[in-house]
Structure formats: structure tokens, C-alpha cells
């Protein structure tokens, strides 16, 4: 069933009973939605010694093994995901994904965190490897730092046995259950 209106000034309060309805069931599939994007991120090399997932996989199983909660891990898992769509903006791309998912500790460091990365390579591409330093009285700052130096830097790592993404399901699964924040929050 759908709505007839031909502009949302027109709508009803049973259209929007109807979309909300639908608006329901699309949102309760979006964990689905993310693993299978995450898929796409498998034979993507893009020249590094692992591929995007397996990056990203890693990046996640370092942070689990140190302890971390499971909303950071999860943040962990998806820094990259934008990395298909937002090629030039791909921390961007994640941080919106997760905004209204995570803490705002949690938010600011996967928006960052390519800035900071950036410290280990952008002197090689022409960029400053100090561009980093803009953040840094951030109060968000030095945990993407550490997030950084101790989980997304050591992701490279070839000789690691190749991980599966259904370990992390269930976390993706509860993370995304119901926003922390969002403009729908208390539709939803």
C-alpha cells in the first residue's frame, strides 16, 4: 500500500501512519543493510596489504582483545564504510552513519579520524602530516589518538588469519537496535 499525495504538504495524518509503519520495518533492517555494504569493502585493496574488510575486521578485533565496549567496537568495524561512496570523505561518511548510534566521544573520533591517521602519511602524498595538531584540544582528541596508534595503524596486517564478519554481527545488530539520538528517536 502506498500514500497518494503528490507533495508532503498534502499528507495526512493516515498517510504518515502508513509511512511510519513502512519507515519501521526499513529502519529495524538497516544492521542488515550495513553488513552487507561492509561485504563490499572484501577485494578491495586499493593497493594496501589487506583488503578494506579485512582492514576493517582487524581494526575491530584489535579493539574487542583491548577491552574496548561494544559500541566503540562497533565504530571500530565500520570507521571505513564510507570508503566506497566517499571516497574523498570517507570518515564523513562513517561518522554519519554512527551519530545516532554512538556517544559523541565515540561520533567525533570516527569523523576524526582519518585527520589523525593522516600523521603516518600525508607527508608522503604532498600533505601536511601535521594536520592533526588542529584538533588537538579537542576533549575528543586524545581518545582518537589512541584509537589510531592502537587499533586503526596496526590494521594492515597481511600475515593475520582472515577474520569473519558474523563475529561482529550481533554487536552491529544491538548497536544499531534503537538511536541513542535522532530527530525520530521517539518514533522509531
Known sequence: MQTKFHKMSDS??????????????????????????????SGDY??????RLQHSLQTAELAAEAGEDEQYVVCALLHDIGDTLGSANHADVAA??????????NHWMI???????GYNFFHYIGMDR????????HPYYPQTERFVNEYDDLAFDARKPTL?????????????????????????
Open 12 to 41: 495526512t495524518a493516515e498517510d504518515w501512519q502508513l509511512i511510519m509503519g513502512e519507515q519501521l520495518k526499513f529502519f529495524t533492517a538497516l544492521p542488515d543493510r550495513l553488513l552487507t555494504h561492509l561485504e563490499l569493502l
Open 46 to 51: 586499493g593497493g594496501f596489504p589487506v583488503d
Open 111 to 117: 569523523k576524526h579520524h582519518a585527520v589523525v591517521q
Open 164 to 188: 569473519s564478519l558474523t563475529e561482529f554481527e550481533p554487536m552491529v545488530r544491538r548497536v544499531f537496535a534503537k538511536p541513542l539520538k535522532s530527530l525520530y528517536k521517539s518514533a522509531l
Open 96 to 105: 554519519a552513519i554512527l551519530e545516532p548510534f554512538v556517544s559523541d566521544a
Open 130 to 137: 601535521n594536520l592533526r595538531d588542529s584538533l588537538r584540544d
